[in-house]
């Protein structure tokens, strides 16, 4: 596609559920990022892809985060047993290859409500 | 500890007036980008500067990289209410580092 796509959109979940979010990337871009953004604020780093490297997870804040990309391409970013502070919009973004000073395309966002 | 300081926070002005914001570290930086986002989108990237002092203009936006490659500045002239929104600055640190470390941005509010 021309951009970077994210679904759902908007997701509401009962605390203890799970809940996987999904990301298409840029076709091309070899580079794929995970970040979240609480209201207002900048954003946290979760966790990167670049080609068949080993995932960059040290931005994960808990074992109940994991994420992976299949084919090099589309990523699944999976929340167990969710908590009300995990609330947020979860960001993906995509680039050509990263060890450039090439800026991110971002989707628009998943918005997690955790009740 | 914020890697990235951006200031002011918050900045409400009337159309048509020139403004400044700021995004300042302690680190040496390889490269240095700012995006604008709007509510209930992803940001958009505007700019990329890489070499210290240099000097980026898009349209009524210009953008300045410190000599040191540790802070930046957007400068924008004679803003309009499609100028509102959110500003983010990211930097790395080093090309290797594929992560991006983004400041808490200034949410700029443009009144007609």
């Known amino acids: 596609g021309a951009g970077v796509s994210q679904s759902p959109s908007n997701k509401v979940t009962e605390k203890g559920k799970d809940v996987e979010l999904r990301c298409d990337p840029i076709s091309g871009h070899t580079a794929l990022y995970w970040y979240r953004q609480s209201l207002g604020q900048g954003l946290e780093f979760l966790i990167y892809?670049?080609?068949?490297?080993?995932?960059?997870k040290s931005g994960l804040p808990s074992d109940r985060f994991s994420a992976e990309r299949t084919g090099g391409s589309v990523s699944t970013l999976t929340i167990q047993r969710t908590q009300q502070e995990d609330s947020a919009v979860y960001l993906c973004?995509?680039?050509?290859?990263?060890?450039?000073?090439?800026?991110?395309?971002f989707g628009s966002g998943t918005r997690l409500t955790v009740v | 500890t914020q890697l990235l300081e951006q200031s002011p926070q918050f900045l409400s002005i009337q159309e048509g007036e020139n403004l400044t914001v700021y995004c300042n570290s302690s680190?040496?930086?390889?490269?240095l980008q700012w995006y604008r986002q709007e509510p209930g989108e992803g940001p958009v990237l505007l700019v990329t500067v890489v070499t210290g002092g240099e000097v980026k203009k898009l349209k009524r936006l210009t953008f300045q990289f410190g000599d040191a490659r540790k802070d930046s500045s957007l400068h924008i002239t004679a803003a309009q209410p499609g100028d509102t929104g959110l500003y983010l600055c990211a930097a790395k640190v080093n090309t290797n580092a594929g992560k991006s470390t983004f400041g808490d941005g200034t949410t700029l509010t443009v009144k007609p």
């Open positions: 892809f670049q080609g068949n490297s080993a995932p960059d």
């Open positions: 973004a995509s680039s050509v290859p990263a060890v450039t000073n090439y800026g991110y395309t």
């Open positions: 680190s040496v930086f390889s490269s």
